[in-house]
Each structure stands twice: as structure tokens, then as C-alpha cells.
């Protein structure tokens, strides 16, 4: 019997995925991540988007055309779960590209607050986001694509229990039935989202300041995807609130959610503690799901830490990382007005690892074969291991 874990490292990157086989694969860093799905019959979904480190082209342009998919008409839902920098760089040229695709996205991003605080940033180009300046690009393309009357309005708001994309099996050939769903933000973590964006409209006659993104994330878009009879969980960089009114908590407690455990996971803000509910693995995920991460490298933060590891490692035999956390370069050393900003703003640097992996889940979806994902690891993917001392 194959090895439920077993590591294929002969895998052909440019290799499409079969009709009835689905496929997740998670890239990342360059700086970020983005998921790709395959759902079945050359339909496909985009989660986000990342820079590959070497062409700093969206990964998912890179490896879609790779697999010869045709980007106009072949990819149907492009997601962002949330407008932080490291989720949607060059999710701009990703929308413009897929030509078919609805666009879904928290609503709170295309509110009146979202709206006056990208306005208020282009009149202080210096406070400036990669994340403001990728959804002020891509609710100008929303705008003139939903002018036209035969594609409709391409944008769907992601909230809890929302349907964003659904292919029917009754019509033939279109087995088996997908469904995407959102489980989060919910009503109470939408309003708390727009609070926090209220916070971030900058005071008269202050000093100029790089935006920083609100934390913890009470927006991020969680999504659960049901193909046939197989489910996987999308974590996203949702993470637990502590009054119980948005993050996980709500997910799990949840009588309106659908029904199943995922065999596939996603692992929430790169693994850190802060996004980790025990009831999701136990109440949501099969034992041992495939579990797949990124690391976040910024400033002094380095995520997953030792300790997360450890705990993921504990939960299940198979979790995977696209770049080793000890691959990160060790820390420049600044000097001067470099060194003098440094303090004044991040405090400390760190580069982003100098490649981009690739984690790739496929598994056959014919009923009449019992089959077990089969994971592939692109380097520097490898299985999450604690980093060795020293």
C-alpha cells in the first residue's frame, strides 16, 4: 500500500492535472502566498496571489500557463481573502487576466471606509500599501467589466455561509458537484473590520506613515470547498478573537456551516499560535489531513516559531512548508540614516527567502478508485520539520 504521506519528488511541475482529479497546490514566499485549485474538468480557483522571487510575476500566471490553461475562460473564481501585502501582490494583473472570473472578496473592502481610506492615501502617496494600490487597480478593472451587460456585475462579497461558486452535476458531463463556500467574516467581524479601518484614516498635519494593517485579522475570508465527495479547508490568516464575535471561534461554533470533515488543510497565518483553534482539527479535519503552510519572515517576526511547529507536528504526520524556516537569510546589518529609518519604523530587517516552493496536493476523484492524495513537493518544499539548533 503507497504511503499516505509519501513525499513524489519525480512529478512534473507542467504535468495538468487529469479531468476528475483534484488538485490544491500553495506557493510561496517570494513575499506571500497564493493557492491554486483545480475542482475538476479544467475549471479552476485562485486564492490570493504571491510574486515568484526569480521572474516577480504572479506565481499563479507562471504555473497555469505551464499547464497550458487558457486564463480567459478556464478560471472561474479568483478569491482575495484579505488586502494585506503579502496575500495580494500582483493580484491585479491576475484579475485582469482572467476574463471569466468572478472576483469575491469581503465586502468591508468595497465599503464607503475602504473607499475614503484609498482616497486619502493617494493624497499622501507616501503612506501608501502594495495592498491599497492592488484594490484601488482592481475595483477600476471591477468598474468598467461590469459595464458590460453580458459578463454582469464580476464581484461577489464573501461573508459566513455565502456561496461564492457552485458547478451543478446534473447537467452531464459536469460531475462531480462543486461547491465553494465562506466561512467567515461574520456579521460582527464585518462591522468590527470597518472600525478598524476608521482607525487607519490619517489626522491633519501629522507625520506621513506607512499604513499599518489591522491586527488581529478580523476579516479574512475562510473558505471551505466541496468537490464531490472530498472537502478542503482554506484557514486563510484568520485568527482567534478573543470576545468570541469573529476568528475561529464563531467558525467551529457554527450550526449553519456545512457538514463534514476536510481531508486537506490550509493552515491558518502561517502557523502561528494566534490563529490555531483545537476544535477546528478536531471538530473540521479528518486525522492527519494533508496540511500545508508558508512561512512569514518580516521584521523580527518569524513564523511558523519553533513551538508551532512542534504543535502542527503533534496534530498531524503529514504538514508540509514551501520554504524551510532556517532558509531564511541571516539579518542585514544597516548602518547610518538606513540603519536611523530602520528604528524609527520595522526596527528590524530581515530578506524573505531568495525562492518560491511549491506544494502540490492532487487526488483522483473516479468513485470506483479509493485513493489518497498524492503530495508533491517542488523545492525548497519539504515536510515541516523543527529547525536543527545552531
Known amino acids: 500500500m503507497q504511503n499516505a504521506c509519501q513525499n513524489n519528488w519525480d512529478g512534473s511541475r507542467s504535468t495538468p492535472p487529469q479531468p476528475l482529479e483534484i488538485e490544491v497546490s500553495l506557493f510561496g514566499p517570494g ?13 479552476w480557483v485562485v486564492v490570493d496571489s504571491c510574486l515568484d522571487a526569480q521572474s516577480k510575476e504572479p506565481s499563479a500566471f507562471i504555473y497555469l500557463s505551464k499547464l497550458g490553461v487558457e486564463l480567459e ?40 471606509e475602504f473607499l475614503d481610506l484609498i482616497g486619502a492615501m493617494q493624497m499622501r502617496p507616501m503612506m501608501d500599501t502594495t495592498g491599497i494600490k492592488e484594490f484601488t487597480e482592481i475595483l477600476s478593472v471591477l468598474a468598467q467589466r461590469g459595464k458590460n451587460e453580458m459578463h454582469g456585475d464580476p ?71 466541496k468537490i464531490g465527495g472530498e472537502r478542503i479547508l482554506l484557514g486563510s490568516d484568520l485568527q482567534n478573537d478573543s470576545d468570541a464575535t469573529g476568528g475561529w471561534g464563531v467558525i467551529v461554533a457554527s450550526k449553519t456551516r456545512p457538514p463534514g470533515k476536510a481531508s486537506a488543510f490550509k493552515i491558518p497565518h502561517h502557523g502561528s499560535q494566534n490563529a490555531h483553534h483545537p476544535a477546528v482539527w478536531n471538530d473540521m479535519l479528518e486525522v492527519n489531513p494533508r496540511s500545508i503552510l508558508t512561512p512569514f519572515v518580516q521584521g523580527n517576526v518569524s513564523l511558523p516559531a519553533k513551538e508551532d511547529i512542534q504543535r502542527i507536528s503533534a496534530l498531524t504526520r503529514c504538514a508540509y ?8 537569510r541571516k539579518p542585514m546589518k544597516p548602518s547610518g540614516a538606513v540603519n536611523k529609518t530602520i528604528n524609527e519604523t520595522v526596527r528590524f530587517i530581515r530578506p524573505v527567502p531568495f525562492s518560491t516552493g511549491q506544494i502540490r496536493l492532487r487526488k483522483a476523484l473516479n468513485s470506483a478508485v479509493s485513493s489518497e492524495w498524492r503530495v508533491e513537493l517542488f523545492p525548497p518544499a519539504c515536510q515541516l520539520k523543527v529547525p536543527a539548533v545552531g
Request: charged share 20%.
Open 31 to 43: 513575499y506571500g502566498e497564493c493557492v491554486v485549485v483545480h475542482t475538476g474538468h479544467g475549471q
Open 155 to 225: 464581484k461577489i462579497f464573501a461573508i459566513a455561509d455565502r456561496l461564492l461558486w457552485k458547478r451543478d452535476s446534473s447537467t452531464p458531463g459536469n460531475d462531480p458537484e462543486c461547491e465553494i463556500i465562506a466561512l467567515s467574516p461574520s456579521d460582527k467581524a464585518h462591522a468590527r473590520a470597518l472600525e478598524s479601518l476608521r482607525g487607519l484614516f490619517p489626522s491633519e498635519n501629522t507625520t506621513k506613515k506607512r499604513i499599518a494593517q489591522p491586527s488581529p485579522n478580523h476579516n479574512s475570508v475562510v473558505l471551505w470547498i
Open 321 to 328: 512548508i514551501t520554504v524551510p524556516v532556517e532558509q531564511s
Open 73 to 112: 475562460n478556464q478560471v472561474k473564481l479568483i478569491v482575495a481573502t484579505h488586502w494585506h501585502d503579502d496575500h495580494v501582490r500582483g493580484l491585479a494583473a491576475v484579475v485582469k487576466s482572467c476574463l471569466g472570473a468572478k472576483f469575491a472578496f469581503s465586502s468591508a473592502l468595497c465599503s464607503r
